[in-house]
């Protein structure tokens, strides 16, 4: 069984990141295709995209425009799946990211995001990165905005702190659906965001749940204590990272990235993988 729900917000217990289907190193279309469809046949229902997943300038919305096109020759029901999108971090092109959470700015990238996912209102959308230069209240009134317009069905927010989550969650009147923060066995020190949204009953969505796109398929060498635990069920390093995150409680969807089917058929069996308490003890200490 791989659905998860969260009040609202059902959706598989493990999402799929699309970033790596957009950014630097990315695939031709067909693999990145073939990659979304092999997750949705394997039972994901959420995918996890922001209009800043693009490699050149003047391709915003590239990987949204992607998932709407692999949305569309899908066989399956495309309503039982959540796509969330971002707005408010952007590439210009130099491979830099950059900030803006000038609320009218969120308000037409949401919009614009709607047009390149193809719907009419969006499943889930986070304000994606704090800018330092907008008063953060400022950048979650265009979510209350965004909410009360019915642009977007679900309010959700990226790289928070607690002081922030809890803002949010207030300016919001208690609907902030979700938060995504960094997450892994390598960066541990957001743990005391999942307490908190598990605390507040929030969905929890650890970005970068095996370590980012270029330490992922190093894991087992770089922490023993997973490598270990893989042996032991004769599973990757990668699964167990991903039980471990499941484990830390029921509000957790972590949202490996992947740019082969090979990488999400294998994420996504992580959520049958049983670790027993000893296990889990070994991995949360390392
Ligand atoms: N909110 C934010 O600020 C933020 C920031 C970064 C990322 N994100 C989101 O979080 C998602 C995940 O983060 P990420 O993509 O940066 O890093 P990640 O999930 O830690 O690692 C992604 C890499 O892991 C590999 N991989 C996935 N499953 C694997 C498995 N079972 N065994 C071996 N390798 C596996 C993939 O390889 P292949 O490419 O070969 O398939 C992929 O390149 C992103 O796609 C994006 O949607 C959000």
Not at 45 to 50: E, G, K, M
Not at 55 to 82: F, T, Y
Not at 250 to 269: F, H, M, Q, T, Y
């Amino acid at each position: 069984m791989i659905l998860r729900n969260i009040a609202d917000f059902p959706v598989s217990a493990i999402g799929l990141g699309a970033m790596p289907m957009s950014i630097e190193g990315r695939p031709d279309e067909a693999q990145s295709i073939r990659t979304i469809h092999a997750a949705l046949d394997a039972g994901v229902r959420l995918i996890d995209t922001a209009n800043s997943y693009h490699l050149l300038a003047g391709e915003v919305g590239h990987n949204e425009r992607l998932i709407a096109k692999a949305l569309g020759s899908w066989s399956g029901d495309v309503a039982s799946v959540l796509v969330a999108t971002k707005g408010g971090h952007l590439r210009p092109g130099d491979g830099t990211w950059t900030q803006n959470g000038d609320p009218a700015y969120l308000i037409a990238a949401a919009k614009q995001s709607a047009k390149d996912l193809g719907v009419d209102a969006i499943g889930l959308y986070y304000y994606h990165r704090p800018d330092p230069q907008v008063p953060y209240a400022e950048s979650i009134g265009a979510l209350v905005e965004l909410l009360e317009s019915g642009v977007i069905v679900r309010a959700g927010i990226s790289n928070a702190s607690i002081e922030q989550i809890n803002l949010a969650n207030e300016l919001l009147g208690g609907r902030l659906a979700a938060v995504q923060n960094e997450f892994s066995p390598r960066h541990r020190s957001t743990i005391d965001t999942l307490r908190e949204c598990q605390r507040l009953g929030i969905a929890f969505l650890p970005w970068s749940p095996l370590g980012g796109i270029g330490s992922a398929k190093q894991l087992g060498d770089r922490h023993s204590a997973f490598h270990q635990v893989a042996a032991n069920h004769d599973v990757s390093a990668q699964q167990v990272a991903l039980a471990w995150e499941l484990a830390l409680g029921d509000r957790v969807i972590p949202i490996p990235g992947a740019s082969r089917p090979e990488s999400i058929l294998d994420s996504i069996k992580a959520v049958d993988l049983q670790l027993d308490a000893d296990e889990l003890e070994l991995l949360g200490q390392e």
